[in-house]
């Protein structure tokens, strides 16, 4: 386990609001998905605001991003509790323990490796005082806190993506096992707390928007004739949904170019798709990026093509640059935020077809790109840090009453 020496934080939380020991644990807080931006970005927050900020993460990663590439070190302290990205195998029946006893094995491994944590998860617990409070953020994380000594602190638990995304999901049971019981229970938009409670029989929900990763300043280029996606190149995030699209897109619109900012697992079979569609020459994998506004502000378009999302921070920091967006209509996130129309186009998740063809459309219309991208930078201003943190604070004074 890693702590980092954070400096006791004097300065009042602003509202009138008492300081308290907030805890966030994620699956991990060392790689560059939404959870992990979302949580660094909370942490920031609540640090600013006068809150003790500890950011946990239940396993390490093979390759940390360096989210502090200038040496600095964060002002919240961080803790990792298990060194290996382990995944959890089932409970193993009779028969296959005496067929292939390394099944079992590997469980009573597991099962050490979640106790040895768990120990460790308590033992940072036990350092608040009693106005703490856990910010859960992920299901597999929720497993660890839920078995661990919260010494009487309440928890909150957060799901990041949408209901429908759950319930296709092994997730779902896990998700209402585990999260019935926490003081609170939040989703990214209020019609998924909905659905929670309507159909997943959940009754301690509420909604809290993820916020503005970064001041809205506007800056997009609109006259670029670039297209900007950005996310980890995996196959929720559906890349190889997006390089169908831009192949159709592209077609007769040689001085396009697409940029993705980002890494992950689908990369190399990704360019093998890219040059098998013929439009490696248009398509530039750029890597994994900390300068996510700068890779924004390059671009005139953002595109999303993901079969799944919460309330995706790359919409969230594509606005804030001015940037309008056309995205698959893939959660109730997403559709909060990009209006047809108004600030980009959407389009049915999975019709590569309908897809290209919305971002032909925005392709071929100036003014329409500086139109949607002021009305964009308009509407993302509502989720403001100012207004996610005094939203944050009346849950944490509802969960503490």
Same mark, same amino acid.
Request: proline residues 6%; neutral net charge; contains cysteine.
């Given at each position: 386990?890693? /702590? ?34 979302w ?44 060194? /290996? ?35 460790r ?56 096992r ?62 190889d ?13 040689? /001085?396009?170019?697409l ?37 924004m ?38 559709r ?27 392709? /071929? ?31 944490f ?5």
């Open positions: 386990m890693t /702590d980092a020496t954070v400096a006791e934080v004097v300065v009042p939380v602003s509202g009138g609001s008492q300081p308290r020991d907030v805890y966030i644990v994620c699956n991990t807080i060392d790689e560059v998905g939404g959870v992990q931006r949580a660094r970005r909370m942490a920031e927050l609540f640090t600013d605001r006068g809150h003790r900020v500890h950011l946990v993460g239940v396993f390490a990663v093979a390759k940390p991003h360096d989210f502090f590439p200038g040496g600095e070190q964060p002002a919240y302290a961080t803790a990792v509790l298990h060194p /290996d990205r382990f995944g959890a195998p089932g409970k193993p029946y009779l028969v296959r323990r005496l067929t292939h006893p390394a099944v079992f094995l590997k469980y009573k491994r597991w099962l050490k490796i979640r106790r040895v944590g768990v120990n998860l308590s033992a940072l617990f036990a350092q608040s005082p009693a106005s703490g409070v856990v910010v859960c953020a992920q299901i597999q994380a929720m497993e660890w806190v839920a078995q661990a000594d919260k010494h009487g602190m309440p928890v909150i638990g957060i799901s990041h993506e949408s209901y429908a995304a759950s319930r296709a999901s092994t997730r779902y049971g896990r998700v209402r585990y999260y019935a019981g926490v003081a609170r229970f939040l989703s990214l938009t209020e019609e998924d707390a909905t659905a929670w409670t309507r159909d997943g029989g959940m009754f301690n929900t509420g909604s809290m928007p993820n916020p503005l990763p970064f001041p809205a300043k506007g800056g997009s280029d609109p006259a670029a004739k670039v297209a900007v996606a950005v996310g980890r190149l995996s196959y929720e995030k559906g890349y949904l997006l390089l169908d699209a831009w192949s159709k897109a592209a077609a007769g619109r040689p /001085d396009w170019t940029k993705i900012y980002g890494d992950g697992p689908e990369r190399e079979r990704l360019t093998e798709q890219a040059a098998a569609l013929g439009v490696a020459g248009s398509v530039q994998f750029m890597g994994a990026t900390n300068e996510v506004a700068e890779a502000n390059g671009g005139s378009i953002l595109v999303s093509a993901s079969r799944a999302e919460g309330f995706p921070m790359t919409l969230l920091e594509a606005m804030a640059c001015a940037l309008p967006c056309v995205a698959a209509d893939c959660a109730p996130g997403v909060e935020l990009v209006r047809p129309d108004l600030t980009g186009y959407l389009a049915p998740p999975g019709n590569t077809d309908i897809l290209a063809e919305r971002l032909g459309r925005l392709m /071929d219309d100036q003014a329409a790109r500086e139109r949607m991208g002021l009305a964009a930078l308009s509407r993302v201003e509502a989720y403001g840090p100012e207004e996610i943190l005094a939203r944050w604070e009346t849950v004074a509802l969960v503490h009453r």
